[in-house]
């Protein structure tokens, strides 16, 4: 699981500790490269795009409408969707 990296939900506003998930731009299981946008995200304040850590397939941990805490795992990015899904279910079992 060394290869999957997670897409982490960025500090948008300092002032807030939660962002909303407004929409995925890439769809669950499809592939994605470094730096493109993957979801967009909203504090009280500001809307920011979470762009990709690096190339794979994307697995969303998270579903539209979510309030997600910031540094909180929202998907993951791996080699495959199986390794991507893994991951996720590995971070929910440690929660």
Sequence with gaps: MSLVTPLVVPQVNVNDD???LVAW????GSSVTAASVVCDVETTKAASEVTAPADGVLVHGATVGSHVKVGA???AIGP???????YLASVANQS
């Design 18 to 20: 939660t962002v909303l």
């Design 25 to 28: 731009s890439a769809a669950d």
């Design 73 to 75: 795992t929202i998907g």
């Design 80 to 86: 495959t969707r199986e390794a991507a899904a893994a």
